[in-house]
């Protein structure tokens, strides 16, 4: 039995009620979406829909919502128990497997958390979304977990997630609020695309999912009172002593807030697009292999 009082208290029986009515999907159950996913069942948010292929190894048990109990289960089922524990009364559809064979369960979901972190796996979920016109909301952590980043991706209004991180990771960025020009030095991605991640503690992967899962709820409790109203789209969280901004240090905790702004070039989103009937991903990913390798 689940005791829904106190966050009823807190939201208020409407709010509560919106949130019980939207569909949350979580691509990506492990260290990071496992617990977006998990602590998003905690708010009142009773609907989920969970894809993963992978199976809770030992290895991830330190690192991992679940625990040794749901070894060799998997990722999703594991994070689907503990849901249905917190409430009883959760929706939870699962699928194991790739996201790129199973868009259309896009349709079904008021607003996506990119849990994976491969960068292939977020390019083919940003054109989807495109199409489909859903919010998605990115996190990144980067090497050994010494910071990371979330962004809000909506669709045609601001970047999508191709030119957002074509301009962040190669530091071309105007922090806000002021819009000053600063450069960034940060995080880079690795020649093969991914973020140059090393394994970091689970405490500090966590701090980066919770505020994605956060800005999850913020969306989810747009038109509320109990609605935040953010900054900018993006937000850079230090765990470390970072230097985000060029001659600056963020100290351990504290975060930066930027801006980024849509790219009118941009090989997926740009206004070019609309005249461009074939979208061209390798492309894409190519032209950003070969910035790296400059
Ligand atoms: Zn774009």
Redesign the pocket.
């Known amino acids: 039995m689940t005791d829904w009082d106190r966050i009823e208290r807190l939201l208020g029986h409407d709010t509560l009620n919106q949130l019980a009515q939207k569909t949350v999907g979580v691509v990506g159950v492990g260290s990071g979406g496992g617990y977006v996913a998990l602590a998003l069942s905690m708010t009142g948010i009773r609907r989920f829909i969970l894809v993963d292929d992978d199976v809770l190894d030992v290895q991830n048990i330190v690192r991992h919502v679940a625990d040794s109990r749901a070894i060799g289960q998997p990722k999703v089922q594991a994070v689907k128990d503990l849901i249905l524990q917190r409430n009883p009364n959760a929706s939870v559809q699962t699928v194991q497997g790739r996201i790129e064979d199973h868009l259309e369960l896009l349709d079904e979901m008021d607003v996506l958390v990119v849990g994976v972190d491969t960068e292939g796996a977020k390019f083919s979920l940003n054109e989807a979304c495109l199409e489909r016109d859903l919010v998605a909301v990115y996190a990144g952590v980067y090497e050994r977990g010494e910071g990371g980043d979330v962004v809000i991706i909506r669709p045609y209004n601001g970047?999508?997630y191709?030119?957002w991180a074509n301009s962040l990771r190669e530091g071309h960025i105007s922090p806000a609020p002021d819009g000053s020009d600063e450069e960034m030095d940060y995080g880079q991605r690795r020649p093969d695309g991914t973020l140059a991640g090393e394994p970091g503690l689970w405490l500090d992967v966590v701090r980066v999912a919770n505020t994605q899962a956060n800005m999850v709820l913020n969306i989810l409790l747009e038109g509320t009172k109990a609605e935040r109203q953010l900054p900018a789209n993006t937000v850079i969280l230090a765990n470390q002593a970072l230097e985000i901004l060029e001659g600056h240090i963020t100290p351990p905790f504290s975060a930066e807030w930027v801006n980024i702004v849509?790219?009118s070039h941009?090989l997926?989103?740009?206004d070019l697009q609309s005249q461009q009937s074939e979208l061209s991903l390798d492309k894409l990913l190519k032209d950003q292999k070969g910035k790296h390798h400059e």
Do not use: Y
């Open positions: 970047p999508c191709a030119c849509r790219d941009c997926v989103c740009g």
